[in-house]
Nanobody
Framework: VQLQASGGGSAQPGGSLRLSCAAS????????VGWFRQAPGEEREGMQC????????YYTNHKAGRFTMSRDNAKNTAYLQMTSLRPDDTAVYYC???????????????WGPGTLVTVSS
C-alpha cells in the first residue's frame, strides 16, 4: 500500500511540470490525496489536498493559482500541475492519503519516496 510520486526533474523559472501520484494496493478514489513538499533545510509543508469528492483544500501559504490538483480515478492516480515555476519551488514533492483533507499531516499515510523538482536557470 503506497503512493508513488513521479514526474519531477529540472525546470527553468517560468516553466511547468506535472507530477503524478500513483496508488498501488488500494483504491485512491476512496481517500483524500494531499501534496506536500520539503525544500532543502526546511520542514515538510502541506500544499493542497483533494477530497474523495473532488473538493480542493489549500493549506497555509499555498493558495489557488500556480499549482492545480486533479485526479483520474480510472487510473488510480492524482496529479499536480505546476506552472510559473520559481527557484523557491525547488523541493522534494510527496503525495499522501488520508480520510479527509482536514486531517493533520501526521494522519496522512502511504507516503512514498517523493520526487525532486529543481528550478533554476
Amino acid at each position: 500500500v503506497q503512493l508513488q510520486a513521479s514526474g519531477g526533474g529540472s525546470a527553468q523559472p517560468g516553466g511547468s511540470l506535472r507530477l503524478s501520484c500513483a496508488a498501488s494496493g488500494f483504491t485512491l478514489s476512496n481517500y483524500a490525496v494531499g501534496w506536500f513538499r520539503q525544500a532543502p533545510g526546511e520542514e515538510r509543508e502541506g500544499m493542497q489536498c483533494m477530497s474523495s469528492t473532488g473538493a480542493t483544500t489549500y493549506y497555509t501559504n499555498h493558495k489557488a493559482g500556480r499549482f492545480t490538483m486533479s485526479r483520474d480515478n480510472a487510473k488510480n492516480t492524482a496529479y499536480l500541475q505546476m506552472t510559473s515555476l520559481r527557484p523557491d519551488d525547488t523541493a522534494v514533492y510527496y503525495c499522501a492519503s488520508a480520510s479527509g483533507c482536514e486531517a493533520p499531516m501526521r494522519r496522512f499515510g502511504s507516503w512514498g519516496p517523493g520526487t525532486l523538482v529543481t528550478v533554476s536557470s
